[in-house]
C-alpha cells in the first residue's frame, strides 16, 4: 500500500501458461502477467526491488542465527551461536574447564553455580545471559557428565559437584582411557620403535617420567643416584617394591645412610667406591634401568637434561655401568686399604690419568675440601 500511494488497488494477479516460444515443448512452465489495462512499469520495478530487498533481510536473519561457537585463544572472549552479544569476557576457571571437554556454556553455568547454588535452569538463564533453550540443554550435559546433582524436583534445582571431587573424576577417567589407548596404539602396526632415544628438559618433566618408570617396574629395579635426588623418589620405589615383592632393586648410592632405602630382602645399597663420597661431577646424575628394557640418564644441575630410551645396546649400556659400580663397591670392600695404596686415595692417580681437565680440576677441589 505504501508503494501503491495509499490506495487499495489490486494489482495484476500472475496467470500460468506455456511459454509462447518455438522450444515450448521443452521449456518449464511459467508465469506471464496479463492485464486489462495500462501497467505503471515503475510500480512494478518497485514491487520486485522490495521483495528482493525482504528476502535477503530474512535469509540474513535465519543464517545469523547457525553462526559456529568460536573460542578466539588467549584473548579471554568467546563468541557463542544465537547470543545477541557475540563476544562476551570469560575468566580463567571456563577456558580451563573448556580445555577439559567442558562448551563454554557448561563452563559458565558450573562457574556460576559454584558462586550461588542450588539454582533453576531458568535462573542460570538469568544470572548468566545464557538464552534459556541453551541453558536447559547445557545443565542436561552437565548431569551427563556428573558435574551437577538435583536438590529439588519442584521446581527442578541443581548444584554443582565439589571441584575436588568432579576433576578428580576426570582425572580417573582420563588416566584410564589413556592406559586403554596406550595398549590399543602399541598394537597398532608392526613398525620397529625402539630405535629412539627420547630427550626430556625441566626438572618436572623428568621427575614425572622417572616416577612412571618406577612404578611400572615389574622384575628390576636398578638406580645410581645421590641420596638428594633419590630421596624425592623414595616413597613410589617403596610402592613399587611392595606392589611387586618379588622384583629386586640395586642401588648405587652418592651419600650416607643406605639403610634408609632397605625395603625388603630383595634390596641391595651399594656406597660408590665403598665410602659414597661425592667427588666428581656423576653425582649430579640420576641413571635408572627398569626390568633390563628401558632406561634413562639425567644431568640434574644446571638446566635439567635427561635422555630416555627403550633400545636394547643403550638400556645394555646403562645395566653395564651399574653392574661395574656395583663390582667396585664389593672390590673396595674387600681391599680397600690395598688399593688406595696402589693408586691414592679415591683413586687418584687413575682420576688424573683420565679425567678430563675440567674433572678433574672438580675432582681435586672437592678432595681438598674433604680433607
Known sequence: RILHGGARRRLPQ?????????????????AIWRTEGPIDCRLLFARTIFRSLMHRIRCGLRHSKLK????????????????PVKKKEIG?????????????????????????????????????????????????????????????????RIVPVPPKLLLGNIATRT???????????????????????????????VNAKISEMIRN???????K?????????????????????????????????????????NVSVYLHEGTGLRLGNADNLFTVSIDHREALTARMEREVLAAYTTYEPVVTMADTIIRHDIYIAEIFNEFGT??????????????????????????????KMIE
Open 175 to 205: 588416566s584410564a582411557l589413556c592406559e586403554q589407548l596406550e595398549e590399543l596404539l602399541n598394537n597398532v602396526g608392526d613398525r620397529e620403535r625402539d630405535g629412539f632415544i627420547w630427550s626430556l628438559a625441566g626438572e618436572a618433566p
Open 68 to 83: 559456529p561457537l568460536k573460542v578466539v585463544q588467549g584473548s579471554g572472549t568467546v563468541e557463542e551461536r544465537g547470543d
Open 217 to 223: 617396574a615389574k622384575e628390576s629395579i636398578w638406580i
Open 225 to 265: 643416584a645421590s641420596s638428594e635426588l633419590l630421596e624425592m623418589h623414595k616413597e613410589r620405589l617403596k610402592a613399587a617394591l611392595t606392589k611387586n615383592p618379588d622384583a629386586s632393586c640395586v642401588i648405587v648410592l652418592f651419600g650416607e645412610n643406605p639403610e634408609d632405602y632397605m625395603f625388603s630382602g
Open 338 to 367: 690395598e688399593i688406595q695404596e696402589k693408586f691414592g686415595p679415591h683413586l687418584f692417580e687413575l682420576r688424573k690419568r683420565y679425567f678430563k681437565k675440567e674433572q678433574f680440576d672438580l675432582f681435586s677441589k672437592n678432595m
Open 14 to 30: 500472475p496467470v500460468f501458461g506455456p511459454r509462447p516460444s518455438p522450444f515450448a515443448g521443452h521449456w518449464p512452465e511459467r
Open 92 to 156: 580463567v576457571e571456563v577456558e580451563s574447564l573448556m580445555s577439559l571437554g567442558f562448551s563454554a556454556y557448561e563452563a559458565r553455568i558450573y562457574v556460576s553455580l559454584l558462586a550461588e547454588s542450588p539454582a533453576t535452569a531458568y535462573e542460570i538463564s538469568k544470572r548468566t545471559g545464557i538464552a534459556r533453550a541453551n541453558a536447559y540443554s547445557s545443565c542436561e550435559s552437565l548431569l551427563s557428565k556428573n558435574a551437577v546433582e538435583f536438590v529439588d524436583d519442584r521446581p527442578a
